[in-house]
Antibody, heavy 122, light 110 residues
């Protein structure tokens, strides 16, 4: 059974660094073609893809936030970590991690965590 | 402003068939698979349609997807009250190098 769960602070002060952890089970991020992605959803708004880390440790970021985002993995703990520096109130959103198996041309997010709401406010 | 365009809302009566559309461009929908996600209130998105027209295991046949050119559609037949949710389309975008999403269509079952 594939599960993902996000964890991190519910409240962050502007200009601080946000660190979120995705803990997953039921699959291996070391398996060829596997990836874990981060997606966020601002209140009442659409989904926005943020970052991806692949089975071979390749990393990809959305263009608009590339200078502020870092994604990393801890294979031994089945965890993926996302950091977002210099946060602003516009970064207030529910942050999701989701699995994307890249085999056979697939680019769909087939399993999602329940999401964690992060509010940026002083 | 979302990269993919969806109408904000749609509605239908129980038993009816509704169609939700999604419009994109040559860098996303025209050249890549389209995915549809269902998001129930307060829940995470759930994959509904895989690779433009495939249903993942457990998704009823009432849900179907299609794609033509730079547009895609999700059809829901035999509408039920528990279909009331937000529906998002998504596709890989070759310019972004990642998935892009539509703004979502809120489906109301009358």
């Amino acid at each position: 059974q594939v599960t993902l769960r996000e964890s991190g602070p519910a409240l962050v002060t502007p200009t601080q660094t946000l660190t979120l952890t995705c803990t997953f089970s039921g699959f291996s991020l070391s398996a060829r073609g596997m990836s874990v992605n981060w997606v966020r959803q601002s209140p009442g708004k659409a989904l926005e893809w943020l970052a991806r880390i692949d089975w071979d440790d390749d990393k990809y970021y959305t263009t608009s936030l590339k200078t502020r985002l870092t994604v990393s993995r801890d294979a031994s703990k089945n965890q993926v970590v996302l950091t977002l520096t210099n946060v602003d109130p516009v970064d207030t959103a529910t942050y999701y991690c989701a699995r994307m198996p890249l085999n056979e041309g697939n680019t769909g997010l087939d399993y999602w965590g329940q999401g964690t709401l992060v509010t940026v406010s002083s | 402003q979302s990269v993919l365009t969806q109408i904000p809302s749609a509605s239908g009566s129980p038993g009816q068939r509704v169609t939700i559309s999604c419009s994109g461009s040559t860098s996303n929908i025209e050249t890549n698979y389209v995915y549809w996600y269902q998001q129930l209130p307060g829940a995470a998105p759930k994959l509904l349609i895989d690779r433009s027209s495939q249903r993942p295991s457990g998704i009823p046949e009432r849900f179907s997807g299609s794609k033509s050119g730079t547009s895609a559609s999700l059809a829901i037949s035999g509408l039920r009250s528990d279909d009331e949710a937000e529906y998002f389309c998504a596709a890989w975008d070759d310019t972004l190098g990642g998935p892009v999403f539509g703004g979502g269509t809120k489906l109301t079952v009358l």
